[in-house]
């Protein structure tokens, strides 16, 4: 089994930064792109961001210059980095990770459990 643990959502006003994290464990042996999604309320899940094993990153619109997202390759983790945060920024946050455990050859789609993130005005 391959587990997404997130942490660092919160409470942040409106110009302020938060940082969230996500680190994979269990029987996780490889990892290709680790992404970031969000879903706010009554609204479907959208892609902030991801970033390849290479380290290439690719943004919404909406976040680029503003939120960056990094990798640690040898622990599995993947990183939101979100400055200049906007009312309309507050949501659930997911990261997913498309990796293989050690006892598999596929790479399947893993997700955290979310983070709620909330700006307030």
């Known amino acids: 089994q391959v587990h997404l643990v997130e942490s660092g959502g919160g409470l942040v006003q409106a110009g302020g930064s938060l940082r969230l994290s996500c680190a994979a464990s269990?029987?996780?042996?490889?990892?290709?792109?680790m992404a970031w999604y969000r879903q706010a309320p009554g609204k479907q899940r959208e892609l902030v961001g991801d970033i390849t094993s290479s380290g290439t990153t690719n943004y919404a619109d909406s976040v680029k210059g503003r939120f960056t997202i990094s990798r640690d390759n040898a622990n599995y983790a993947v990183y939101l980095q979100m400055n200049s945060l906007k009312p309309e920024d507050t949501a659930v946050y997911y990261c997913?990770?498309?990796?293989?455990?050690?006892?598999?050859?596929?790479?399947?789609?893993?997700w955290g459990q979310g983070t709620q993130v909330t700006v307030s005005s």
């Open positions: 997913m990770v498309n990796g293989r455990a050690y006892y598999s050859f596929r790479y399947l789609d893993y």
């Open positions: 269990g029987s996780i042996a490889g990892a290709n792109t």
